[in-house]
């Protein structure tokens, strides 16, 4: 557990460094894995597809390996 | 395919299709205008014979009336002196056939109508007078005249009592044939002539012994044959039905000779009797004005092919500014602040550009109201689930 908000930690911190804006980066990120990043707690239960699809999402958004 | 495409690709066809039907409409234009000016170009050769033939038989009339007026002729004719009439009259005839009168007979009063003198052939008379000319100055008292066929061309014949001294001495009939009407016509209009006959008013075997050494052009065409004409004789035939042609005339197409283009048509020629007897074939050149109309048709096609092009370009120039560009400006509003909503951003409506005045910012209107809506439920959500 934990595995989840611990990538949507990283995300933020990666968008907090390449100066991109938060809530549309984020929302982008949102839209295409089909939940809210904004909902991610550190109890949220680990979901090997949600975790999949977070990782492939950010990876397009960012432009950069997550 | 975007909607862009696609309109540009409706716009396109649609404006093809107009293009193409202006140019439709203009050749049928031409088409029309050189039917119009074909037929008028008949229309004035009808005309123009009709007017040569009232002309010439007030001359013909003109003539037997000096003729009639004449005492020492009046005597002879009166004494049946066909000796001395002859001597009288065949000064004056030397002068008639200077103006083309080339026949001028003295007949006997019915009930006989027999041939009393023939100037051209003083020696043989005594045959009867039964032509429609002849009969319609009888019935009328007055003067009978006419197309008549001969046998070998036609003639313009006029046929007058001759009253001497309150008594009906005979006729006085003069004619002259029309085969000069051609080059007379030709030298007004400028035009080329032929004159047709109707094979069945004549006689195959003495068609042929008079033709005096010229090739015997009988079987050239199947009803009619050609006894005259001013330019290329070719050009000059008719293959059809005389009887088919209407009195106003027809007009038989155009055909390419020497690099210029000649309209054909035909005019009846209709003898006294009623009967289409011939036919006058003209041969006018229309190169000018086929040039003329050619160039203005491809003027006004090309016109409407530009026209059709701009109007297109500005239709599509149109549409992208006042529609697809406001779409796009939509689309890009909606998802930047959908992207917003999503990510946390729960009062990001309030932040969107006021919707514009027109369809478009109708549902812009809606979707604010929508976004404040789901940011307000995200936002009291996130609240629950952090209890």
Known sequence: MGRLYDVVQTIERLIAEKKLDPFKTKGMISIQTGFALGLVRPETPDDPVQLAALKAAAEQVLKQKV | ?387
């Not at chain 2, 004494?79 to 005839?93: C, E, Q, S, T, V």
């Open chain 2, 1 to 387: 395919m975007s909607i862009k495409t696609k309109f540009v690709l409706v716009i396109a066809v649609c404006m093809l299709l107009l293009g193409l039907g202006m140019a439709l409409l203009v050749q049928q234009g031409s088409d029309r205008t050189l039917e119009i000016t074909a037929r008028q170009i008949v229309s004035a050769a009808a005309a123009s014979l009709d007017q040569m033939q009232k002309a010439d038989v007030q001359k013909l009339d003109a003539a037997i009336a000096a003729v009639e007026a004449h005492p020492a002729l009046a005597q002879a004719f009166v004494a049946r002196d066909r000796d001395r009439l002859y001597a009288l009259a065949k000064p004056i005839f030397d002068e008639l056939r200077q103006r083309d009168i080339t026949v001028w007979h003295f007949h006997d009063p019915e009930p006989a109508k027999t041939n009393f003198l023939r100037m051209h052939k003083p020696s043989f008379h005594g045959d009867v007078m039964d032509r429609p000319t002849m009969n319609k100055a009888i019935a009328t008292k007055g003067l009978g005249a006419g197309m008549e066929l001969g046998q070998t061309t036609f003639a313009l014949r006029a046929v007058r009592p001759w009253v001497i001294d309150g008594k009906l001495a005979g006729y006085v009939e003069m004619s002259e044939e029309i085969g000069n009407y051609l080059g007379r016509m030709k030298a007004q209009t400028g035009d080329d002539y032929g004159l047709l006959i109707e094979k069945q008013f004549l006689d195959a075997k003495s068609y042929a012994s008079l033709r005096q050494g010229q090739r015997n052009d009988w079987d050239d065409h199947p009803a009619v044959v050609a006894v005259g004409a001013t330019g290329d004789a070719s050009l000059a035939g008719f293959d059809g039905q005389l009887s088919e042609v209407p009195v106003e005339g027809q007009i038989l197409g155009s055909v390419e000779r020497g690099g210029r283009i000649f309209l054909r048509g035909i005019v009846p020629v209709v003898d006294s009797g009623g009967r289409k007897a011939g036919g006058l074939v003209l041969v006018h050149d229309i190169t000018a004005v086929r040039a003329s109309v050619a160039s203005a048709r491809n003027r006004a096609i090309a016109l409407s092919v530009l026209a059709a092009v701009v109007l297109a370009v500005v239709v599509v120039l149109l549409f992208q500014q006042l529609a697809v560009r406001r779409v796009e400006r939509m689309l890009s509003t909606l998802e930047d602040y959908s992207a917003r909503l999503a990510g946390g951003d729960y009062g990001a409506a309030a932040a969107m550009p006021p919707p514009g005045n027109d369809e478009i910012g109708k549902f812009e209107r809606f979707f604010a109201d929508f976004l404040k809506l789901m940011g307000q439920m995200l936002r009291e959500l996130e609240a629950r689930s952090k209890k």
